[in-house]
């Protein structure tokens, strides 16, 4: 495996794993839908997140966490929220 594909595979798995606990804190709203979505293969890393939950998203607190597998964290700065949206940049480098 490439070292884009084991990125973007640790970026999905990263991405699950925040999923479940800010789903737990986020009033028990479930992801409906990601870009990128759960298992996409990517040619390389992303420039950002967007979550799609299915009910409104609270901003005060918003967190997602991206990391690689060498505990390299991606966030570049706090997500957007938008209604049920998070959209959170990643650093491109």
Known sequence: MNRCMATA???VLGLTVALA????AAGHE???ASSPGAGDV???GPSEIVLTFSGQL??????VAVSDSGSRDW???SPTVDGATA?????SA
């Not at 609270?58 to 967190?63: H, I, K, N, Q, S």
């Open 9 to 11: 595979a640790t970026i």
């Open 21 to 24: 606990h800010a789903t737990s």
């Open 30 to 32: 479930a992801l409906a």
């Open 42 to 44: 990517l040619e390389s």
């Open 58 to 63: 609270l901003e005060d607190g918003a967190a």
């Open 75 to 77: 966030v570049t700065d």
């Open 87 to 91: 959209t959170t940049v990643l650093d």
